[in-house]
DNA sequence: GCGTAATTGCAACGCTGTTGCAACTTCTGA
DNA sequence: TCAGAAGTTGCAACAGCGTTGCAATTACGC
């Protein structure tokens, strides 16, 4: 019978104390509401989710810790194409470099891996000499429901 | 003898008329500031540089035609992995998509056009049934000067 | 040219993210 | 087990990017 395919939780925990950093209450309330989000989080989503766990945590606590993470190469930022203000949005750095496609008419997010996507990373390290570290690939259109219901013109 | 790369001076300010948009003293120089860039340029650089051929030109007036120039995707919309603030960066939506490389050490930009994602995209049309506007592909890691030289921990 | 509708500049604002600092917490080492 | 150094937190204030309301001005079809 195959694993599930969530990481194990505490993950994120476990990989920043190996490394040596401080673990406080509020990271730990914070990474976990990363870890089991199921769909990207922004910072203000993230907030609101761990004052649901521990009422004192602050703004500032939350930046600090997705910088953390940032530095630390765990977590990606998106932007989604700016479909809703200047917000950022953090997933847990995946195993596998995945593509989002932003649907500008009902703002649903969809995910997609793909061979061809590893083979052109290939290329580029070897054509550019460029040393990969991560990518960001953010794609807008009409989703599948949407395509052909409208000539929408949403900023992109 | 082949033509230049660089297209037509005025294109924007004719794509735009042609679109039934009105085209005032201020567009014009914030068209042409757009136009004729050799890099990325964000809104303040756009700014200062239509001041320099015009100094009434406000702030909100650049912000107000990138949005236009946006939503009639004439401009992309860059990021480049903030490397430098939250700043957003502005190109001309160029006739074939490319790939913006960011050299987080050096902050050089480079640019790689490929065939595979050419590929790529007709892949994800027909497997995701996901009709394409937009695309943005941001890589960062280090430049064929820079890999090698250091371990640096840049916030990606 | 006239008139209307769009655009501009100004001021004020909102939101995301950052910084300085005193109080507090983690964790090492004895 | 506990003392001390180093790192972290929360608060308040700030910085930067981008937006909005509004009166004055401008473009452009008729």
Redesign the pocket.
Known sequence: MPLPQTEAPGRLVAEL?SR????????RT?LSVIETASQHL???QILRRARKL?P?????????????LKRHGLVD?L?LL?LE????YYERHPQRDHLHMACVRCGKILEFESDLFERLKGQIQRDCQFHILVTRVEIGGYCAKCRGNSTDLR?V
């Open positions: 104390l040596g950093v401080r673990m406080t209450r509020q990271r914070i922004d910072a203000a521990d004192g945590i602050d703004r500032v606590t939350v930046y600090r810790t997705i910088r953390l930022e932007d700016h203000g200047e917000k950022h900023s």
